[in-house]
């Protein structure tokens, strides 16, 4: 049987560039579907549309409303391809009304001169001796990721007292696990908690307004991965008059950074 | 007479969701226009917009294809408005074919709990007691703005020599001096020089593909920042196969994150 991202992400054709999809129960948040999932079918639709050319660079979703459970359209549209670079144009909506609007850079890859300059956060216990973080009484989607913290951190705390700062590391990959892709990465990337959640050790109404992930692998690279872990971090910056920034980082079980992404996040008191 | 930024914004109505605009000379950048100013043209048409609701929380502009001299039309359209955010489509376009796609949100920002989570860099010096930073051999735009770097620090160096790193920290502001707003904070998040010609101390080609602007401030923010400095940094999480990331953030003169901006750069050897 397929994994259950794959079958969230599975989309049949309808006309040129529309693709028809149904969200899945394994993916349920709070209110419609993980935006992790609606990203990774946004970008799944790019994908294998047939005049795709190179590999992601980046994709930027804006959460334009809610989306229902059942059935969607996504349109992915190449607005314009150049020698080594692609951008699209991607929507998914219900009833014809935009539920989430995206674009997407595609880019021929070649090797240049390169270096790392952020470093993955040192002193992490190998993912096997961590404890899986619990999911009782998370939504649905939760279950679909294996997250294990670092010692003393948890996914956030639930006693209101506010903390100093809003910084996680954990482990993170598919559940069950799953060999790493650019459809897989699209969804991690929005796997973290809202940071005001972590911040203010309590659960809000919230939601993501927009999220921009950068891929700084090839297919290649993510094919190295496999179905191991990832290590992540994320962070915010500021939290004011409703909206908070959110940034953060994924990294090979090798200590290559993979994805970086960020968003601003409505948030209530 | 208008400020220059002024001029290189303005743009008149053509029909529903269209106007037409020149590009100046002022804000030239090696080939085609500087991209700041290409995102503060599409974000000034969403602002001046008859429906707008709100203001700015996101900007991410997707750099399609150079801009060539001369004139452009640009396209604002509102994709979808809800009772707190407005969610919009862009596009800068030359004889048809699209140079620049982007998306923005505005949101009616209402007060909240916030707090602040980064701090702006420690220990500079006032802008009066910092040199400006030379123009002399570089593109047009960068006498639009008056950057003064922290001490031992530059632009970039030309000597070929690698560092170990690519932060800056500068004071920037408009030159003439400008008051703030969503506009000019638009173009200010796109002026840190690219990462790539820190790191490797040399200019290199380069071309931003994706920037994505978050707004922190809103109006009455931007209005009490006056035409004083900004304090600005900027830094790269990783250099990899013709690919940067690029991260800054702009400070009020008074310690106030009000906005952060990333990008992914392409790059040459």
Do not use: K
């Not at 590999?55 to 959460?63: Q, S």
């Amino acid at each position: 049987m397929d994994h259950p991202l794959d079958q969230a992400t599975r989309i049949t054709p309808m006309a040129d560039h529309r693709w028809q999809g149904t969200t899945q129960a394994a993916y349920a948040n709070m209110v419609g579907p993980f935006g992790g999932i609606t990203c990774a079918v946004l970008l799944h639709a790019a994908l294998q549309h047939p005049q795709r050319a190179g590999d992601p660079i980046a994709l930027t979703v804006n959460f334009a409303g809610p989306v229902a459970d059942g059935a969607f359209e996504v349109e992915a549209r190449p607005l314009r391809t150049n020698r080594s670079t692609q951008h699209w144009s991607l929507m998914l909506t219900q009833d014809g009304v935009p539920c989430a609007s995206a674009s997407a850079v595609f880019a021929q890859r070649r090797p240049t001169w390169g270096a790392p300059e952020s470093r993955p956060p040192a002193g992490m216990p190998a993912p096997d001796a961590l404890p899986m973080a619990p999911s009782e009484g998370r939504p649905a989607w939760v279950r679909c990721y294996d997250m294990r913290f670092a010692p003393g951190e948890e996914a956030f705390g639930l006693d209101g007292h506010e903390q100093a700062h809003s910084e996680s590391r954990l482990w993170v990959r598919d559940a069950p696990p799953r060999p790493l892709d650019f459809v897989a990465l699209a969804a991690l990337a929005d796997s973290f908690f809202p940071r005001v959640f972590v911040r203010r050790r309590r659960v809000a109404p919230i939601g993501t307004i927009t999220l921009s992930t950068y891929f700084h692998a090839d297919a290649a690279m993510l094919a190295a991965q496999g179905d191991r872990h990832l290590l992540g971090t994320a962070r915010a910056q500021v939290f004011r008059d409703g909206y908070h920034d959110q940034s953060a980082t994924l990294w090979s079980h090798d200590g290559h950074l993979l994805a970086s992404a960020h968003q601003m996040v409505y948030y209530r008191d």
